[in-house]
């Protein structure tokens, strides 16, 4: 199982940079795909990667992940979801300044998210269209 987190330090960047939420949002999933195209390229030849079937992660955003193809599912137990909605809610304020106070009225809690890597290669392999 090969594990996918997000470099918190570029989403703070990107986010000073954009001042408009749709377009901060449009270039996080721009780049989400590129990475995960690149992800893609390599998982496999790179040794490491060559025996993983799946990538996981965990994520606030899981709206967002499954437009990108991933799986979504509830935490194991409710208590890792407590837990990991902390974590979550934690990084979501020190990078993103503003904004964190919604998500957490909305009542977004944090998922699994699983990606096969048949599915990674087949959406955003050489031969994908979703580039």
């Known amino acids: ?5 997000t470099d918190n330090r570029l989403i703070m960047e ?3 940079k954009f001042n408009d939420p749709v377009s901060f949002y449009v270039e996080v ?23 993983v079937k799946a990538f996981r992660g965990t994520t606030l955003l899981h709206e967002g992940a499954r437009r990108l193809g991933f799986e ?6 409710k208590a890792k979801e407590v837990w990991e909605t902390k974590v979550q809610y934690f ?13 957490r009225e909305k009542g977004l809690v944090s998922k699994r998210i699983w990606l096969s890597k048949e599915k990674l290669i ?3 392999g050489d031969h994908s269209t979703l580039k």
């Open 1 to 5: 199982m090969g594990e996918i987190h």
């Open 14 to 16: 990107l986010r000073k």
């Open 29 to 51: 999933l721009r780049r989400m795909r590129l990475s995960l195209g690149e992800l893609a390229k390599i998982s496999n030849f790179e040794p490491r990667l060559k025996k």
């Open 72 to 77: 979504v599912f509830p935490m194991e137990t």
């Open 91 to 103: 990084f979501l304020r020190k990078y993103m300044d503003e904004g964190f106070e919604k998500k």
């Open 122 to 124: 087949r959406l955003y």
